[in-house]
């Protein structure tokens, strides 16, 4: 079956910009989560969801970013008024409840 | 909370020879523990976790690590380095929902 997919691969924007990144997991995964790679500060975490819970969003850096799931499945990850140190790698990964995380290849987000 | 640490940004290897990467972590619980490699420009792929029992865990592409609890530690190896297995290799604990990373270690294999 499919793994997990992410569009676009690749963003170039510039500052002040809106962008929304998708991510669709697993068909079967009830969790879906967002990760930032970026070379300063490695891997972190951004947000998770998990079925009809409300999301964790403790890892959201500011409130210019936020995240949506709809229908339980696709997830855009918006990024309001985008600024350079926003530039990352941002990862998807799906698991079923709490077990082994899949991700997805990444969206390379680059803002000029 | 947990933290992780990868002993060694960066480590070079002939071909043939024993992969050795490090990882020290912490945890206040019985922690999940899984070793993670990126190839460029792609995500993530699983190479072992370690959940519960067995503490000598076997993954993909010859890589096994140990869980040693007395020692906080979750080392990887492998045996033989193979020119495919350079990489980045993330180390990552996780207490519930959100995985903590290490930051990395780089593998370069020569030939």
Same mark, same amino acid.
């Given at each position: 079956g499919a793994g997990v997919s992410q569009s676009p691969s690749n963003k170039v924007t510039e500052k002040g910009k809106d962008v929304e990144l998708r991510c669709? /997991?697993? $068909?079967?995964?009830?969790?879906?989560?967002?990760?930032? @790679? *970026?070379?300063?500060?490695?891997?972190?975490?951004?947000?998770?969801?998990?079925?009809?819970?409300? /999301?964790?969003? &403790?890892? #959201? /850096? $500011?409130? +210019?970013? &936020?995240?949506? +799931?709809?229908?339980? &499945?696709? *997830?855009?990850?918006?990024? @309001?008024?985008?600024? @350079?140190?926003? $530039?990352?790698?941002? #990862?998807?990964? &799906?698991s079923t409840f709490t077990d082994t995380q899949y991700f997805g290849p990444g969206t390379r987000l680059t803002v000029l | 909370a947990q933290s992780v640490t990868q002993l060694g940004s960066h480590v070079s290897v002939s071909e043939g020879a024993l992969v050795l990467l490090r990882c020290n972590y912490s945890s206040s619980v019985p922690p999940y523990l899984f070793w993670y490699v990126q190839y460029p420009n792609q995500g993530l792929q699983l190479l072992l976790k370690y959940t519960t029992g067995a503490t000598l865990v076997k993954g993909i592409n010859g890589f096994e690590a140990e869980f040693k609890k007395s020692e906080t530690s979750f080392h990887l190896t492998k045996p033989s380095a193979h020119m495919s297995d350079a990489a980045e290799y993330f180390c990552a604990v996780s207490e519930g929902s959100q995985l903590s990373f290490g930051a990395g270690t780089t593998v370069t294999v020569r030939a």
């Open positions: 669709d /997991p697993i $068909s079967g995964h009830t969790a879906l989560y967002w990760y930032r @790679q *970026s070379l300063g500060q490695g891997l972190e975490f951004l947000i998770y969801f998990q079925g009809n819970s409300a /999301p964790d969003k &403790s890892g #959201l /850096p $500011s409130d +210019r970013f &936020s995240a949506e +799931r709809t229908g339980g &499945s696709v *997830s855009t990850l918006t990024i @309001q008024r985008t600024q @350079q140190e926003d $530039s990352a790698v941002y #990862l998807c990964a &799906s | -």
